[in-house]
């Protein structure tokens, strides 16, 4: 049959809002093309200003925790880069490494490998399609409370690298709502073009 259950539909949209598009599920009449090229339009614009919200609440929060626990170290460029490398480091282990440990054990068939590189590849938007996790082995929907599980996970998970780049830009550029920007130095409010 080619019709979509309401979680195909489901993981459909999210795989098509945060653009990881596995390539698994895909309309195939001109009307579902059209709606699903205005739906991208849409939704993918408004996928982006709430992970770049959410990637800024979350980097104020490392400025806070920074501050608190680095607010000894005088050198700011020291400071970013142990700010940087304990959100690396832990971000890599929350967002790719648990998970890569959790699929293997709830994906038939997957190695630990196979479940980080499905890690991978989604969040960074890659979405090959080779592996698709919450599908059996024709392809169908396996459990609808997983396939909600990984939309939770692809959304959070995508606010990891927005933000590594919020903390970042505000280094590069300076905030007045981080420490990491709390440098010397003229602050920006808005980039006028």
């Known amino acids: 049959a080619n019709y979509l259950l309401y979680f195909d539909a489901y993981y459909f949209c999210v795989s098509v809002a945060t653009t990881t598009g596995y390539g698994h599920v895909?309309?195939?009449t001109t009307g579902g093309?059209?709606?699903?090229?205005?739906?991208?339009?849409?939704?993918?614009p408004l996928m982006i200003i709430i992970m770049a919200d959410i990637g800024r609440k979350l980097a104020n929060l490392i400025g806070m925790a920074e501050a608190k626990v680095l607010g000894g170290v005088n050198s700011r460029h020291l400071r970013f880069?142990?700010?940087c490398a304990l959100t690396v480091v832990s971000g890599f282990v929350i967002f790719l490494i648990i998970p890569g440990a959790i699929f293997t054990q709830l994906e038939d068939y997957w190695s630990f490998m196979d479940g980080f590189y499905y890690s991978f590849v989604t969040l960074s938007t890659i979405g090959f399609g080779d592996l698709v996790?919450?599908?059996d082995a024709r392809g169908a929907i396996a459990n609808?409370?997983?396939?909600?599980?990984?939309?939770?996970?692809?959304?959070l998970g995508l606010t990891f690298p927005a933000t590594l780049w919020?903390?970042?830009?505000?280094?590069l550029?300076?905030?007045?709502?981080?420490e990491q920007g709390q440098g010397e130095g003229p602050k920006t409010e808005a980039v006028g073009i």
Do not use: C, E, Q, R
């Open 26 to 28: 895909y309309p195939i």
């Open 166 to 171: 919020v903390l970042v830009s505000d280094y």
């Open 81 to 83: 880069f142990l700010v």
């Open 173 to 178: 550029y300076g905030s007045k709502d981080t």
């Open 133 to 135: 996790a919450g599908m």
């Open 144 to 155: 609808n409370v997983y396939v909600v599980a990984l939309s939770i996970y692809t959304v």
């Open 33 to 44: 093309k059209f709606f699903m090229m205005f739906y991208a339009m849409v939704s993918v």
